[in-house]
């Protein structure tokens, strides 16, 4: 992955150390997001790519998951799609 993306794009040299990581704060994210959205009283907006609530239901999560709450996460459909076997060829 790493060779084919220096090909790609040659001014950028990953290392595949750098791609695990961003892959991993992906997942980490996209878990998040996810926890969210499968909560009681939360939905998701796929124009703006975030989760939505009435405001008294922001305040029973976590400081981690309500950093999300004003901020897209435009990767979590194809995400989800990797990450929960829903992928189909």
Known sequence: MAARLNNKYP??????SQLKDREQRLKKDH??????VSKSGFGWNPEIKVPTAIDEKWKEL??????WRNRPFPYYDDLYDIYDGMYTI
């Open 11 to 16: 001014v950028s040299n990953f290392t595949v």
């Open 31 to 36: 878990n998040i997001v996810k926890s969210i």
């Open 62 to 67: 976590s400081e981690d998951q309500q950093k």
